[in-house]
């Protein structure tokens, strides 16, 4: 039981032994019924001839005092309270940076596409906490942006002090859910269209230390005017502010193919950019970054390269299994 179920449960015991905190959903429907004394450690109800006075303990005040805490706190502030079991052995198999793979070259590849985007953290500061925010995104659709913001995610995730939430902002044809072997699940749309949803109420807890997910949600034809709406805007400030040690990657949309994708370019810190090797016209390339210009920090990642096998440096290799 957590500690607002807990408040709540005394919150009932209160309620059957007479008392009504003015807070409560019974105290708001009788404001009259309730009146604190002045010693702040007793509480009676005046409802009638046969009004009862009963004592609060110290520990009733308080949890009572926090479950009205908790219960003014914005939406979008709970960690995820719900839990996801990733397919990692499909991820593996089909080419995907899992936990178990700590010096292999796909992993150094994306300890140094993190690199840049973790050092624009540090030095911005709390003065720029957008830069927490990380969209993923391509010029084109097919060139490996989902592919990558997996990786990134898993990469980061790795990261001794930062939290992740990984996030399917693809709303036009979301794909990450079916990729990381999780049924759908209510997400990012039913966020914004929903004010009374929370966070925690639709991110997802994984069996990856330190890594969450939140789908692209129900599919919905306003999902242009959803993503530039004020609760949109109300979303990122809360999760660029609310838990200073957490990365939010947004798996998007192409940015020439959708409005979407370029909404979210406008709101977030930093983008990475994949790009295929040897199929994105240079000239539609060149748009994309245009596209770009008003984001701090643009990184470009070159996807489906062929090279040959490089060493992982200085002489060092995987330690054998």
């Not at 996801?84 to 995907?96: F, Q, R, V, Y």
């Not at 699940?185 to 639709?202: H, K, N, R, W, Y």
């Amino acid at each position: 039981m957590n500690i607002v179920e807990e408040a709540t449960r005394r919150l009932e015991q209160l309620a059957r032994a007479g008392v009504t905190v003015p807070w409560s959903a019974a105290g708001l429907e009788s404001r009259d019924a309730q009146a604190r004394a002045a010693d702040g450690g007793t509480a009676a109800t005046s409802a009638g001839p046969g009004a009862t006075v009963h004592r609060l303990t110290t520990d009733e005040l308080a949890e009572a005092a926090l479950a009205r805490k908790q219960s003014r706190r914005h939406p979008h502030d709970a960690r995820a309270a719900i839990t996801a079991t990733l397919d990692l052995h499909a991820l593996e198999s089909s080419g995907h940076l899992v936990p178990s793979q700590q010096r292999t070259a796909l992993a150094e590849e994306f300890r140094h596409i993190k690199r840049p985007l973790l050092t624009a953290m540090r030095e911005s500061g709390p003065r720029s906490p957008r830069q927490m925010l990380i969209m993923v995104t391509s010029a084109l659709s097919g060139e490996g942006k989902t592919y990558c913001a997996i990786n990134l995610a898993m990469s980061m995730a790795a990261e001794i002090d930062r939290s992740v939430l990984l996030v399917d902002a693809d709303v036009v044809q979301p794909d990450l859910f079916r990729r990381l072997g999780v049924p759908p699940m209510p997400g990012l749309l039913d966020l914004l269209a929903d004010p009374t949803l929370g966070l925690s109420q639709v991110a997802a807890a994984t069996n990856v230390p330190k890594l969450s997910i939140l789908s692209a949600g129900t599919p919905n034809a306003m999902s242009t005017e959803l993503l530039a709406s004020e609760a949109m805007e109300r979303l990122l400030v809360s999760l660029a502010e609310d838990e200073p040690d957490r990365i939010v990657i947004f798996d998007a949309p192409p940015l020439l193919l959708t409005n979407e994708a370029q909404l979210l370019a406008s709101r977030v810190g930093q983008v990475v950019l994949v790009v295929e090797a040897g199929k994105t016209p240079r000239q539609l390339l060149a748009q994309a970054f245009g596209l770009l210009e008003a984001c701090p920090v643009v990184v470009p990642v070159l996807n489906k390269a062929e090279h040959s096998p490089a060493p992982l440096g200085y002489g060092y290799a995987p330690e054998a299994r």
